[in-house]
Structure formats: structure tokens, C-alpha cells
């Protein structure tokens, strides 16, 4: 049976992504395997315990989630589908606790840093601490009732829980969302492991069922990791120069440290596909022949977006 993994347990927002992805797909016959930490998750795919992860790539307000980007850089894994969703943060305590009298937050690090205006002005004498998840950490303050505990979380993690939800829409800004990536390993195991669907749907923009409504990816995405061997002036600009020439547009610029030492690095790229791939796929061909660079293909792939009133109704 297929075994498809998240950042656990559920009613976190890579719970949700995960339940969305696998409806699009029509992969009604597998089974979703929660795990305590985006680390656990990654290393479960890698060590086959899992077919494929759902993990977060990049929030709009706290960037990139370095964990899944530096998976992404050894080669290991090819992104098979993106999802981005809306993030709406309540902040949660015990009921009939007065805001005086909580001395620490507890979320995931990326949700305490995309709520952390509001925390100050809510908590201002409480401590933030981190948890593997945004769930966990609303599961750990019902479990714990402690009256000093507060957690950050989604709306539809605390539903079920014995908590008071104090503030609604906590994150700093309106336009808080996160995109995550379906990942499987690399493709030499993309027939082994069943997601041969998959793979044929992401070769076209199709539309999808999700919840009875008919879905359509926004655009289609190639995304490729730029190894530098050989430093020399002007390197990263014949890269570019390539893309605009033939008109490609480039949504993602990333740096990361190569590990060889200070200023050093690779270059993660996002490439929004046109009408006819063929002209993305004969720049990435004169850009592999560029002198002193290595070319990685991380993936080519639908993109979705949850629409604002499927976001509502986890209200």
C-alpha cells in the first residue's frame, strides 16, 4: 500500500496540504503517515519507509524552509507537485486564563516567527519556545494544563481540543501563505514506488477533483539547482542572460552555502514554464554547457493554489 508522509499529527497545515494533494490526484488507496518533525519526515522518505513526503518549501513572510531546500541539494529527491495555502494562526490557551498569565508560547519556529508582532503585543513578558509542529504544540499545552502555556496553531487543530481560541488571524501579515511540495526520491524509483499517475499528470495541466470541485493548476513550474565549480566573474549572469533572452520568467533566486566554504555556493532556481516546454528545456541544455557550472534537475511540476473559501471553511 502506498504510504504517503507529513509533518504530523494531524490538523497541521502539511496535514491539510497532504489530504489536498492526494484528492487531486486520485489517490484514494493511500495511507497517510504522520511523523514529529520535518527531519524525520524527510529522512522516512530517503530510507523508504514512506513513497512520497508532503513538505513545506517557503513562506512568504519567514522565506524559504531551509530543512526541505538543503534535502533538496544532494540530489536525493524530485518535486512532483506544489501546493500553496492560505496560513491563518489562532493562538490558543486554557480556558479562563487572562493574557498576564502566560509565560511561554509554544509553536513551530516558522509560526512564532510569522505571529511574533502580535505576540509581543499579546505576551509581552512570555518567552517563545519551539516545537516539531504547530499541532503538537496545541496537542502538548491541552495535555500539559498548564495555565502559563499558550500555543500558536491552525483553526482546525484546536477545534477538538479543550482550548479557547484568544485571537484569531495572529500572523503579522494578511497575505501569510506556504507552499509545499509533494517529494518522492529521485526518478530512477518514480515507476517502483506507483506514482507513474503522477508523473503522467504532471506532463499537462489538467484539472483535478478535490472535495467534488474541479481543480486546475495555476502554472507549471521547472525547478533546477545550479552547482558552481568554477567561480569566475559574470557566472551567474550567463545563466540569466540565457533565460531572458528567450523570454523565460524566473519566480525563485536562491543561495545556499556549498559547504566548501565560506562564499561559496549553489543557486536554487524556480522557472515558470511557458505555452511550449521544449523552450525551457533548450535553455537548461545551453545553460548545462555553460563552463563551471553543474546543472540539477530538482523537478518539473504542476502548481495549485487552495482557493480562500476552502481556507474559510477550516475556520
Not at 520535518?38 to 531551509?66: F, K
Not at 480556558?95 to 516567527?113: F, K, M, N, W, Y
Not at 525563485?252 to 521544449?278: A, C, N
Request: net charge negative; glycine share 6%; with cysteine.
Amino acid at each position: 500500500m502506498m504510504k504517503i508522509g507529513y509533518l504530523g499529527p494531524v490538523g497541521t497545515y502539511s496535514h491539510r496540504a497532504a489530504v489536498w494533494l492526494l484528492s487531486a490526484f486520485e489517490l484514494h488507496a493511500a495511507t497517510l503517515t504522520p511523523f514529529p518533525s520535518i527531519l524525520d519526515l524527510l529522512d522516512g522518505l530517503d530510507q523508504h519507509e514512506i513513497h512520497a513526503a508532503v513538505a513545506p518549501l517557503e513562506n512568504s513572510i519567514e522565506g524559504s524552509v531551509l530543512l526541505t531546500l538543503d534535502r533538496l541539494r544532494l540530489g536525493e529527491m524530485t518535486i512532483n507537485a506544489e501546493l500553496t495555502i492560505p496560513i491563518r494562526h489562532g493562538v490558543f490557551t486554557l480556558p479562563g486564563v487572562d493574557p498576564s498569565e502566560i509565560r511561554v508560547v509554544r509553536s513551530h519556529p516558522q509560526a512564532l516567527a510569522q505571529c511574533r508582532n502580535t505576540l509581543r503585543r499579546l505576551f509581552p513578558s512570555a518567552r517563545h519556545e519551539d516545537a516539531d509542529s504547530t499541532a503538537g504544540a496545541l496537542h502538548s499545552v491541552a495535555q500539559e494544563r498548564n495555565r502559563t502555556l499558550a500555543a500558536v496553531g491552525s483553526f482546525e487543530a484546536g477545534r477538538d481540543l479543550p482550548l479557547v481560541r484568544v485571537v484569531e488571524d495572529a500572523q503579522d501579515h494578511p497575505y501569510n501563505e506556504t507552499r509545499f511540495a509533494l517529494l518522492t526520491r529521485r526518478a530512477t524509483e518514480f515507476q517502483e514506488d506507483g506514482f507513474a499517475s503522477v508523473g503522467e499528470a504532471s506532463a499537462a495541466l489538467p484539472r483535478f477533483s478535490y472535495a467534488g470541485i474541479s481543480r486546475t493548476p495555476v502554472y507549471k513550474k521547472t525547478s533546477i539547482l545550479l552547482e558552481l565549480g568554477d567561480d569566475h566573474p559574470g557566472a551567474l549572469f550567463e545563466v540569466l542572460r540565457v533565460l531572458a533572452r528567450d523570454g523565460i520568467n524566473l519566480s525563485k533566486l536562491e543561495s545556499r552555502p556549498s559547504r566548501r566554504g565560506l562564499g561559496s555556493y549553489h543557486f536554487f532556481l524556480d522557472l515558470l514554464l511557458q505555452d511550449e516546454p521544449s523552450v525551457v528545456d533548450q535553455a537548461l541544455a545551453e545553460i548545462a554547457t555553460l563552463t563551471g557550472f553543474v546543472l540539477h534537475h530538482v523537478g518539473s511540476y504542476p502548481c495549485f493554489r487552495e482557493d480562500a473559501d476552502e481556507t474559510a471553511s477550516q475556520k
